[in-house]
Antibody, heavy 117, light 106 residues
């Protein structure tokens, strides 16, 4: 079955960096675009970034442009989110999700990022 | 950015009751609209895509309607396990979510 497992979250000071990973299994990873989406504590869902199936195109929400970079390694069935210049407002549970072209049909369990001094 | 607005913010209904959640887009998204259910401590789950198509394994009591800017999600007979937050999402231009509707059981 499809499985997405995020890792790499933690507590970090403002301005520092963190890299999240999302390991995929149970499907042909290299044929799906992948998204990162976040949810601040007690808040709603916010799309963060997407990477095309082949890694050749990426898009970002405005608030993370220039700070976050999404990448993937199809040989390792893994998508990454490099987060630099972290801000307090980046504190959230970060999910990866598979893009089924009509909706996101599989999500990981999330990894928590806390930015605090 | 396409802004998605959901109403009501919360509702409470009795088991077996029919409930309808609304979602409005700030501009037309055609039928590029999905609904997700999120239970506490869990990841969201895809319920509906293409505004009206149930995702795999979703019970038939869930149905979606609409196109353009106005959409609804209906639960025909509310069950206790349907207590959750429900989000609409447009994927017509980029991706944006509504703020969610919390469904509770009386």
């Amino acid at each position: 079955q499809v499985r997405l497992v995020e890792s790499g979250g933690g507590v970090v000071q403002p301005g520092r960096s963190l890299r999240l990973s999302c390991a995929a299994s149970g499907f042909t990873f290299s044929t799906f675009a992948m998204h990162w989406v976040r949810q601040a504590p007690g808040k709603g869902l916010e799309w963060v970034a997407v990477i095309a199936y082949d890694g050749n195109n990426q898009l970002y929400t405005d608030s993370v442009k220039g700070r976050f970079t999404v990448s993937r390694d199809n040989s390792k069935n893994t998508v990454y989110l490099q987060m630099n210049g972290l801000r307090v407002e980046d504190t959230a549970l970060y999910y990866c999700a598979r893009d089924a072209k009509q909706g996101w049909d599989n999500w990981g369990q999330g990894t928590l990022v806390t930015v605090s001094s | 950015e396409i802004v998605m607005t959901q109403s009501p913010a919360a509702l409470s209904a009795s088991p077996g009751e029919r409930v309808t959640l609304a979602c409005r887009a700030s501009q037309s998204v055609r039928t590029n609209l999905a609904w997700y259910q999120q239970k506490p401590g869990r990841a969201p789950r895809l319920l509906i895509y293409g505004a009206s198509t149930r995702a795999a394994g979703i019970p038939s009591r869930f149905s979606g309607r609409g196109s353009g800017t106005e959409f609804t999600l209906t639960i025909s007979s509310l069950q206790s396990e349907d207590c959750a937050l429900y989000y609409c999402q447009q994927y017509h231009k980029s991706w944006t979510f509504g703020q969610g509707t919390k469904v509770e059981i009386k």
